[in-house]
Every structure is written in C-alpha cells, then in structure tokens.
C-alpha cells in the first residue's frame, strides 16, 4: 500500500482534545475504505492539520475523511521516505 499525507487547512484552534476527536473518528471507519491512519500533527495557530496514512488510494483517505466529517484540502503521495 501507498502512503499519503493529507492536509486539512481553517482549523485555527484547534485543541489537542478535538485533533483526538477528529482522529478517532477516522479511526472508527478507516477499515471500511481499507485505509490505516498512522498519525495526526496540528498547529493551531495556522489550523493546519496533518495526517499519515497508508492507503490503497488517495480517493479512499479523502472518502474517510468526508464521512467523519473533515476532508482533507491536500493529499499527497508520499513515495520515499528513510
């Protein structure tokens, strides 16, 4: 499977409890699309937050995404890493 990093922009605010949130209810559904989140990074001042994952497709993250109620605004294949 691919990995992909997804970036989610106008969360200015964001506390550590709703990034908690917001990644849970990923997590709830990720299995139906086949995808694995891995980790969630946030900065509240800019509201960027961040998510890896690995997934068969970008289409399937941004499906997860929408259903729990947050779609990414980016997502980018991530192909090489060390």
């Given at each position: 499977?691919?990995?992909?990093?997804?970036?989610?922009?106008?969360?200015s605010?964001?506390?550590?409890?709703?990034?908690?949130e917001?990644?849970?209810?990923?997590?709830?559904?990720?299995?139906?699309?086949?995808?694995?989140?891995?980790?969630?990074?946030?900065?509240?001042?800019?509201?960027?937050?961040?998510?890896?994952?690995?997934?068969?497709?970008k289409?399937a993250?941004?499906?997860?995404?929408?259903?729990?109620?947050?779609?990414?605004?980016?997502?980018?294949?991530?192909?090489?890493?060390?």
């Amino acid at each position: 499977m691919a990995k992909f990093m997804d970036v989610h922009h106008g969360m200015s605010g964001i506390t550590a409890e709703q990034l908690k949130e917001a990644h849970a209810a990923d997590l709830r559904i990720e299995g139906e699309e086949g995808v694995s989140f891995e980790h969630a990074w946030a900065d509240p001042d800019s509201g960027t937050v961040y998510c890896l994952s690995e997934a068969p497709s970008k289409e399937a993250v941004q499906r997860v995404h929408t259903r729990s109620g947050h779609p990414a605004d980016e997502i980018h294949p991530v192909p090489l890493s060390v």
